[in-house]
């Protein structure tokens, strides 16, 4: 099992500064530093753990290059993880999220047995979470008070994105400084009404009104594949990026003709923008007057990355 430890802000280069103890090492030859660090769910307070513990629920960790990972017991067996940039992916229901880290130096597999290293006994940490894409937001994070083996730092309220975490700890006091980085994605649950209006056959002109994008505009192809059938297609545009859209229709006309009420579900398959490598699931309903050539669809599902 591995030690871990984490921190964030959001932006272009939003950092957080870490007190790392209080006094400077005595002249010494440099030492190698290494960080492992994980985002995990449900962190409301910047919380101390023991050497092998830490919260539940953490994405998997990243590590600074060359990392060596030294597990308990008399006679552990060194292991030197392989490169990983993937944070895992949360919900906007698990915030406030927060970093899991671990700084350490010294660590070899040279002698038998491995040698642990230690803790930097001073400096400073920086974090920065920064979202990808067209709209990249802003988070300031407050700097904790000092720094211990393992810590969880809140890093705060995600919102619905795709975000690249880093945590770098400089060159200083006889530490030779590393960095870590990965890529965080968080899900949440949408709803979109969509108002559409036939512009020729089979193509719908539509205004969005979605949770998570905002407002915005479409174009949806209506293919009729049964009687009572049909497929949906189309791009919604959105400030941030887009989202395409692919659903199954089944439509049901009222006696005497007129609306006919729809039901469905479909998927969102991909973006760009904010929503690069946007995916989803979401229920169908609305309706659709073949007189005016209008209707009104709402969506109502869950986006993830």
């Known amino acids: 099992m591995w030690r871990v430890r984490l921190s964030r802000s959001t932006a272009s280069a939003v950092a957080a500064a870490f007190l790392l103890g209080a006094v400077a090492s005595p002249a010494r030859a440099a030492t190698n530093t290494q960080i492992d660090f994980a985002v995990c769910p449900n962190i409301t307070t910047t919380t101390y753990f023991g050497a092998f513990a830490g919260p539940s629920g953490c994405g998997p960790p990243a590590f ?6 030294i597990p308990p017991g008399d006679n552990p067996t060194c292991n030197t993880p392989a490169p990983n940039a993937d944070l895992g992916s949360f919900l906007t229901t698990q915030n406030p999220l927060g970093v899991f880290l671990h700084l350490s130096g010294g660590e070899s597999c040279v002698t038998i047995p491995p040698n642990r290293g230690t803790a930097p006994d001073g400096g400073s940490l920086t974090i920065s979470v920064v979202q990808r894409g067209f709209c990249p937001a802003t988070l300031t994070i407050p700097t904790p008070s000092s ?11 995600l919102p619905f994105g795709s975000y690249r975490v880093t945590v770098s700890f400089p060159d200083q006091n006889g530490w030779i400084g590393s960095q870590a980085s990965g890529t965080l994605h968080v899900g949440t649950t949408f709803t979109e009404t969509d108002t559409s209006a036939l512009v020729k056959p089979g193509t719908f002109a539509v205004l969005l009104k979605n949770s998570v994008a905002g407002p915005g505009a479409g174009e949806f192809v209506w293919t009729k594949t049964t009687r009572s059938s049909a497929e949906l297609k189309g791009t919604d545009y959105y400030a941030c990026g887009t989202i395409k859209v ?3 229709l089944r ?5 005497g003709g007129g609306t006919a009420r729809l039901t469905g579900k479909g998927v969102l ?5 904010n929503y690069d490598g946007i995916r989803g699931a979401f229920a169908v309903t609305g309706s659709y007057s073949a007189k005016t050539g209008r209707g009104r669809l709402v969506f109502e599902g869950t986006a993830t990355y």
Do not use: H, L
Request: positive net charge; without cysteine; aromatic residues 6%.
């Open 251 to 255: 439509f049901r006309n009222r006696p």
């Open 246 to 248: 692919d659903a199954t």
């Open 64 to 69: 600074s290059p060359g990392a060596v990972i």
């Open 269 to 273: 398959a991909g973006g760009t923008g």
């Open 147 to 157: 720094r211990r083996d393992s810590i969880a730092y809140p890093i705060g309220t």
